[in-house]
């Protein structure tokens, strides 16, 4: 076995031992919110936005994008579970800022290997074995921190499947503080229509 695979089997051993009561928490989230944040592991949900098991739901993907599956989770996070807040939190330093949906698609044509970057950019260590396939995803991509949460919190109370009723809130993470920031525009863009 891995070693990781050790740590985080012997880690799920403390964990039951000290599991208790949570076998026992609701379906739904007790504070009835959601929050969409990227998957980056410097972001700690549970700490930042003082959250405990049974709170909220996280939904977290590469940039924290409003993307098709995020909004499918929210929906689901409200239509059948009773959230009414949603929060879009992006990020400082986030690693969706440093490439565009041609270089990842000309990255993965050339190689699925793990690529590098340096001062001259992304480049692959191994050449050969890739496939053209990432030409037909948008990654989602970030070139503006402040547009991108703009755009999602806009995307997502404009989709057709969300409920005029719920609330979203848009926020930048800075990585370097632990601060949750406000996006202008967010809030008035996020409204409740109802």
């Known amino acids: 076995m891995s070693k990781v695979l050790n740590e985080v089997l012997a ?22 919110f959601a929050i969409l944040t990227c998957m980056d592991a410097r972001l700690d949900p549970a700490k930042y936005a003082g959250l405990s098991e049974g709170d909220a739901h996280v939904i977290r993907n590469a940039g924290g994008r409003a993307s098709d599956d995020a909004i499918r989770s929210l929906v689901i996070s409200h ?25 990842i698609s000309g990255l993965l ?26 030409k037909y995803i948008n990654w989602l991509t970030i070139s503006n ?28 993470f800075d990585v370097r503080s632990g601060k949750i920031i406000e996006v202008p525009g967010a809030k008035e863009a996020g409204k409740s229509l109802a």
């Open 109 to 134: 044509k050339e190689n699925l290997e793990s690529a590098t970057i340096d001062e001259k950019g992304w480049r692959n260590i191994k050449v050969g074995g890739g496939s053209s396939e990432g």
């Open 145 to 172: 921190l402040e547009e991108s949460v703009l755009s999602d919190v806009k995307r997502i109370r404009n989709h057709p499947l969300v409920s005029k009723t719920v609330t979203i809130y848009g926020y930048i």
């Open 11 to 32: 880690a799920n051993q403390n964990y039951v031992a000290q599991f208790g009561e949570k076998g026992k928490l609701p379906m739904p989230p007790g504070r009835r």
């Open 79 to 103: 239509k059948l579970l009773g959230t009414n807040e949603w929060f879009v939190i992006h990020h400082t330093n986030c690693g969706m800022e440093t490439f565009t949906n041609e270089i």
